[in-house]
């Protein structure tokens, strides 16, 4: 039984649309720090061995936009979650790659690794909610 509190949070208007903000909130500020420090976007790329990396910064930064943009408009909502779900599992495995560290370094990439896991399940739980709507 849900009580009466969280049971009106939940059903407020807002709680909907803020709840997708949040999640996609890092996304569209990480595209517009790439926008913003384009040089930097593709230094991060070359950083991670992708190559050419100015071709990953530009494709990284439509991901970071149109899936968002998708899953805030409630329009193909299943696509937007989708590219960010699949993008975040590829970012995880490049970035947080625990597996190859040791000490802290591992503990700390293996910690990122995990919340790029549970941030993978949110989209999910999103695309399957959407259907749900009416």
Known sequence: MTPGFVD???????SW?????ALVGAYLLGAAQKLLDFP???AEQAHFGLNPPALFAVLTILVELVGPALILSGRLV???AGMLGVFTG??????????TMSGH???MARNAFFEHLGLIGGFVLVAMLDR???
């Open 78 to 80: 299943w696509l937007g």
């Open 40 to 42: 930097g976007a593709v």
């Open 8 to 14: 009106n949070a939940l059903g407020w208007r807002w």
């Open 105 to 107: 370094e591992a503990f």
């Open 17 to 21: 649309p803020l709840a997708k903000l």
């Open 90 to 99: 590829l970012a995880a495995l490049t970035a947080n790659a625990f597996w």
């Open 132 to 134: 749900r709507r009416p």
